[in-house]
């Protein structure tokens, strides 16, 4: 949580210091500046990115697979590179029917990162 000045006290509140004639109040000494907590929404931890891999992706996942990963690395290496997209409701509809489809036989099986390597 961080301060966040608020408005000052009344000008007719009776604590406050009295300035010169035709003058304001002097209120800007800490002591009658009013402070009220918020939340700091700049700073506080992200949420985990949620995409599906459009390739095999080495340490991460295959094609088709769900995941949630850091922001930073998902927009600077999946889906800069065209590895991933987001998982809208319609991404997740058509890599499922892939995967059905894929389960059933009327697409090829797909190779993992670790089997492209041999």
Do not use: C
């Amino acid at each position: 949580f961080l301060p966040q000045r608020d408005f000052p006290p009344a000008l007719h509140d009776d604590r406050l210091p009295r300035g010169k004639k035709d003058r304001e109040p002097r209120i800007k000494h800490p002591r009658f500046r009013v402070y009220r907590l918020v939340e700091d929404l700049k700073h506080r931890p992200k949420e985990p990115l949620e995409l599906i891999l459009t390739e095999p992706v080495e340490d991460v996942g295959n094609r088709g697979e769900t995941i949630f990963i850091h922001r930073s690395f998902g927009r600077n290496h999946l889906l800069l590179h065209n590895r991933a997209v987001y998982a809208s409701p319609e991404n997740k509809k058509f890599f499922e029917e892939e995967n059905r489809l894929r389960e059933e036989g009327k697409l090829p099986r797909l190779q993992t990162h670790s089997g492209m390597k041999v």
